[in-house]
């Protein structure tokens, strides 16, 4: 069974405190890592794919990364409205279904 | 403008009834899906659908049920079956099943009274 763990559940941070949230994950055959972001009371915004480790993306303050069993994504310099809920994802190579993690919720603060 | 609807935005329900919540899709995807989520968790899949009159359930299908129609078209029902119903239900579609993203509508809240 695939597993999706993301630490930590919350995190503060001040305005340009650079910092990293995990995703650590167990499937059986990766077929791709999603990275989501969810602001209160909407569906989440797609961020970044990965497909394989070694693999990095990057949009504005954000860069996203692959290993073989987790991901990051570190946030340089961020700004207050960077404050949202970061959500993983990861897709196995069967591609029945997609397996969430349970998010991180990131309160940045001027 | 391309994209997932979802309505209503807020429903309220009481025990005993069953609600359908409607999922529009005009970005000429193939795969659809329902995700439940409850306050400060992951999302779970209740149910999904490859192609039209075809669809497979998730982790989570009891006391729900779908229908496909229509290929823009992925509604979801809320039965009295349902033990729990109050939560955040979230509806998706990809471009083929087994690719890449999943995008998302905007979600829809429901409570039950």
């Known amino acids: 069974e695939d597993q999706v763990t993301q630490s930590p559940e919350a995190l503060r941070l001040q305005e340009g405190e650079s910092s990293s949230l995990n995703c650590s994950y167990t499937v059986s055959g990766l077929r791709g890592l999603f990275w989501y972001r969810q602001d209160p009371g909407k569906g989440p915004e797609f961020l970044f794919t990965?497909?394989?480790a070694g693999e990095e993306k990057e949009k504005e303050r954000l860069k996203a990364t692959l290993t073989k069993k987790e991901s990051f994504l570190h946030i340089t310099a961020p700004k207050p409205e960077d404050s949202a809920t970061y959500l993983c994802?990861?897709?196995?190579?069967?591609?029945?279904?997609?397996?969430f993690g349970g998010g991180t919720r990131l309160m940045v603060k001027p | 403008d391309g994209g997932i609807t979802q309505s209503p935005k807020y429903l309220f329900r009481k025990e005993g009834q069953n609600v359908t919540l409607s999922c529009e899709q005009n970005l000429n995807h193939d795969a659809m899906y329902w995700y439940r989520q409850d306050p400060g968790q992951g999302l779970r899949l209740i149910y999904y659908s490859q192609i039209v009159n075809d669809f497979q359930k998730g982790d989570i299908a009891e006391g729900y049920s779908v229908s496909r129609e229509k290929k823009e078209s992925f509604p979801l029902t809320v039965t009295s079956a349902q033990k729990n119903p109050t939560a955040f239900y979230l509806c998706a579609s990809t471009g083929g099943f087994g690719a890449d993203t999943q995008y998302f509508g905007p979600g829809t809240r429901l409570t039950v009274l």
């Open positions: 990965l497909y394989s």
């Open positions: 994802a990861v897709f196995n190579n069967a591609g029945n279904m997609l397996t």
